[in-house]
Nanobody
Framework: QVQLVESGGGLVQAGGSLRLSCAAS????????MGWYRQAPGNQRELVAA???????NYADSVKGRFTISRDNAKKIVYLQMDSLKPEDTAVYYC???????????????WGKGTLVTVAS
């Protein structure tokens, strides 16, 4: 079994910062992409940022220049540093990873349970 556990959400004033963490554990042979999605009430889940195992990153236009994704591959952790937060960043943030278990050919798509980020105006 593979688990993704997020931490670091909370309430922050507009303009403030938060750092989210997501740790992967369980039966893991390799991890390809790790990333963060978010879902605000009434909206679809959307990609915020993603990072591949070779260091390539991708960001939603709405967070470019404000958010930074990083990975500690040895610890199997992905971080999302969120600066200059805006009320429209309020959402549940979900960790996502493509993880290959030992003895398998293809990776599976795994999700964390989510952590709530609330940005007050």
């Amino acid at each position: 079994q593979v688990q993704l556990v997020e931490s670091g959400g909370g309430l922050v004033q507009a303009g403030g910062s938060l750092r989210l963490s997501c740790a992967a554990s369980g039966s893991i042979f390799s991890i390809n992409t790790m990333g963060w999605y978010r879902q605000a009430p009434g909206n679809q889940r959307e990609l915020v940022a993603a990072a591949t195992s070779d260091g390539s990153t991708n960001y939603a236009d709405s967070v470019k220049g404000r958010f930074t994704i990083s990975r500690d591959n040895a610890k199997k952790i992905v971080y999302l540093q969120m600066d200059s937060l805006k009320p429209e960043d309020t959402a549940v943030y979900y960790c996502n990873a493509i993880i290959k278990a030992p003895g398998t050919l293809y990776g599976g798509n795994y999700w964390g349970k989510g952590t709530l980020v609330t940005v007050a105006s």
